[in-house]
């Protein structure tokens, strides 16, 4: 099932997460809706709070940038092959010494990009969809998105890491998104709703 996604404003995209105790039929359909949320609106990452929860989950799916994956590594990896489950998930590790800069955006924050600069490699920690703790490195657009899924489930946005001039610049945007003046080729969810708390 396709879920509204939570626009900027929605009290729920400030909400800290809560990690999810134990795996459940209803944890696995909230999956599946978020992976379908985020296919249909044409993402590649989606965290809980988007689709107004506070349970400590995203997805990512950069299987439609397998070729580039591919020329960029020589192969593609697993987790270019489909959609991964990131439960609970915890960055161990993050290399401040190499940090890129890349235009990030949101579909909580649709047509608005920017460029935040953030580190090109790091180690998470997870669970997947099968409850099994898992361990990986990432890097380039892997680790990109981990970080800004991540970012969600503590109730950061990528606007938070633009210079303040560009906030500044910025403001008028997100102030008529926060009214609930806001168009997206996807559902959107009103975003003076706080959410489905968990």
Not at 26 to 51: K, N, R, Y
Not at 62 to 71: K, V
Not at 129 to 134: A, N
Request: charged share 30%; glycine share 6%.
């Amino acid at each position: 099932m396709i879920l509204p996604i939570y626009p900027y404003g929605s009290p729920v995209l400030r909400t800290e997460t809560m990690p999810i105790e134990a795996n459940s039929p209803e944890l696995q359909q909230l999956l599946d809706d978020m992976v379908e949320t985020m296919h249909g609106a044409s993402g590649i990452g989606l965290a809980a709070p988007q689709v107004g929860r506070t349970e400590r989950l995203f997805v990512v799916d950069l299987s439609a940038m397998a070729e580039d994956i591919q020329e960029e590594l020589g192969e593609i990896p697993d987790w270019a092959q489909g959609p991964i489950a990131f439960i609970n998930p915890d960055i161990v590790e993050a290399d401040e010494d190499d940090l890129c800069d890349y235009e990030e955006g949101c579909l909580s924050i649709p047509d608005i990009r920017e460029n935040v600069i953030r580190p090109d490699h790091i180690r998470v920690r997870f669970l997947d969809r099968s409850f099994e703790q898992q361990e990986i490195e990432a890097s380039g657009m892997l680790a990109r998105v981990v970080q800004h899924e991540f970012d969600h489930l503590n109730g950061v946005l990528f606007v938070d890491h633009i210079s303040p001039l560009r906030r500044r610049l910025l403001k008028r945007r997100l102030r008529e998104m926060a009214q609930g003046r806001v168009e997206a080729d996807y559902l959107l969810a009103d975003p003076k709703q706080a959410g489905q708390l968990a």
